[in-house]
């Protein structure tokens, strides 16, 4: 995000985008999400949070693998995601699951109230992860798990786009950045306090034909990125300069399969 925006503008703009979402529920979003549920071995009984739970992929997955002894909160800033939730939710007469509207970010839960916290792929929408972890570490009870997934700053054609930039001495934040790498990953949750760190590396990615790269450079017309695009305000001229470095880059990596699409997603979990 950039650092100079207005935090509740930025927040309201984060509602909206996910709002749009209409089509998220997809082959790649319900697996990736399933992963992270599979690999927090959730227990009967237990009580779990469900950070940025969006339309309850993981909420709902959560609560039937605690059973009706157990219980979920799911926690969105979107009322449109959390609408397709409950819509969800009650299909599946689901009723140790409460969905929240709620900014992750000023959650107050009591201390020790959960076994286990999860986030599949929103940390990076967060403005201040840090503080985010050390209150989910002051939520969990004693032993309790963190688990979380991210992308690498490698993902998607973000790169690219930077290398493209980076000619015409342009810096295009790389939005995966915060936690991108498992060095990142490993060093936020150590200082927030978290012990006995693990971190699995997922390949999400698949060849594209030359022409879908083209729609990543034109972009998902269901999706606005919430922080805005560096590159709106630059003259027609330079932006078509850009967009041909884009396709140059592309070329390059370009084989007789397609171009590459990389998605490496990181399956972290910690313990407090």
């Known amino acids: 995000m950039n650092s100079q925006a207005n935090p509740t503008d930025y927040k309201y703009r984060l509602a909206e985008s996910f709002d749009r979402r209409v089509n998220y529920d997809d082959e790649y979003t319900v697996s990736r999400a399933a992963q992270l549920v599979e690999l927090a071995q959730l227990e009967s009984g237990q009580s779990v949070l469900d950070l940025a739970t969006g339309t309850g992929i993981v909420a709902i997955l959560a609560a039937q693998a605690v059973g009706p ?26 009723f140790n699951l409460e969905l929240l509207e709620a900014d992750v970010e000023k959650l107050n839960f009591e201390p ?37 997934s991210s992308y690498s700053e490698s993902s998607f054609t973000i790169p690219i786009l930077v290398k493209a930039c980076a000619r015409f001495d ?20 150590q200082a927030a306090g978290f012990e006995k760190i693990e971190i699995r590396t997922e390949q999400f990615g698949s ?66």
């Open 69 to 94: 002894n157990g219980n979920v909160i799911g926690v969105d800033i979107s009322p449109g995601m959390l609408d397709q939730a409950r819509r969800k939710t009650r299909a599946a007469r689901l």
């Open 112 to 148: 020790e109230s959960f076994d286990a916290i999860l986030c599949s792929s929103a940390l990076m929408w967060l403005t201040d992860i840090p503080a985010t972890l050390r209150n989910c570490r002051t939520w969990l009870k004693n032993r309790g798990l963190m688990a979380f």
């Open 170 to 189: 342009i810096s295009f934040p790389n939005c995966n950045e915060p936690l991108g790498t498992p060095e990142r990953c490993r060093e936020s949750l």
């Open 207 to 272: 060849y594209l034909r030359r022409n879908d790269s083209e729609w990543h450079w034109n972009g998902d017309p269901n999706w606005v990125d919430p922080r805005g695009n560096p590159l709106a305000g630059l003259p027609w001229e330079r932006l078509e300069e850009i967009r041909a470095a884009y396709k140059s880059e592309i070329d390059a990596l370009t084989t007789a399969r397609g171009f590459w699409h990389d998605i490496t997603m990181f399956f972290v979990m910690a313990r407090r």
